[in-house]
């Protein structure tokens, strides 16, 4: 049975940084792409980032360019996600999620696994 477990949200004020972590069990970890979404309250999820297996290649959404980075440890089977310099429009559920390939999809139909999330809230 797959799982990913995500950890690390909490409350922080703007400016502040967070490290969210995801541990995956369940799958062949370096066989799948592995990629962060979120979902603020009455919106549609959308896509934050991804990397490829092997963490050479990495896609971000615009709006949290420069300021988040994603990085993976295969060894560990957990993905990260760095988030500095946040806003309260960072605010939102964020989720893991995995998708077997190396193709840097920023679709949420594209991943087949999820986790429950974790709640990030920035305050202003």
């Known amino acids: 049975q797959v799982q990913l477990v995500e950890s690390g949200g909490g409350l922080v004020q703007a400016g502040g940084s967070l490290r969210l972590s995801c541990v995956a069990s369940?799958?062949?970890?370096?066989?799948?792409?592995m990629a962060w979404f979120r979902q603020a309250p009455g919106k549609e999820r959308e896509f934050v980032a991804a990397i490829s297996w092997s963490g050479g290649n990495t896609s971000y959404a615009d709006s949290v360019k420069g300021r988040f980075t994603i990085s993976r440890d295969n060894a560990k089977n957990t993905v990260y996600l760095q988030m500095n310099s946040l806003k309260p429009e960072d605010t939102a559920v964020y989720y893991c999620?995995?998708?077997?390939?190396?193709?840097?999809?920023?679709?949420?139909?594209?991943?087949?696994?999820w986790g429950q999330g974790t709640q990030v809230t920035v305050s202003s």
């Open positions: 369940g799958l062949t970890f370096s066989w799948y792409v």
């Open positions: 999620a995995a998708r077997v390939g190396d193709v840097l999809d920023w679709q949420r139909s594209s991943y087949d696994y």
